[in-house]
């Protein structure tokens, strides 16, 4: 069965920093590509970041330069660092993927106080 399970999100100040972590069932991650999208306060579901199974990567113009997704095929999870972050990347964050349909994690909220 395909699970996703993320972890790290919280309450931090404008500036500050947050690591996201992904963890995924071990039949869907070494093949697929993995994102991160986040649903802030009364707007669409938006996607922030994408890693291919080689390791490419795509971000969001909004966070290109702050934020850096990652993954360690050992553990199967994927990372979003999160750097210089604004209170306009408040959200519920989630990680995804594709296994013969899509796959979403419980989502996990990201604060940032101004």
């Known amino acids: 069965q395909a699970q996703l399970v993320e972890s790290g999100g919280g309450l931090v100040q404008a500036g500050g920093s947050l690591r996201l972590s992904c963890a995924a069932s071990?039949?869907?991650?070494?093949?697929?590509?993995m994102d991160w999208y986040r649903q802030p306060p009364g707007k669409q579901r938006e996607l922030v970041a994408v890693?291919?199974?080689?390791?490419?990567?795509n971000y969001a113009g909004t966070v290109k330069g702050r934020f850096t997704i990652s993954r360690d095929n050992a553990k199967n999870t994927v990372y979003l660092q999160m750097n210089s972050l604004r209170p306009e990347d408040t959200a519920v964050y989630y990680c995804?993927?594709?296994?013969?349909?899509?796959?979403w994690g419980q989502g996990t909220q990201v604060t940032v106080s101004s």
């Open positions: 890693i291919d199974s080689g390791g490419n990567t």
């Open positions: 995804h993927t594709f296994w013969y349909s899509d796959v």
């Open positions: 071990a039949t869907i991650f070494g093949v697929n590509a």
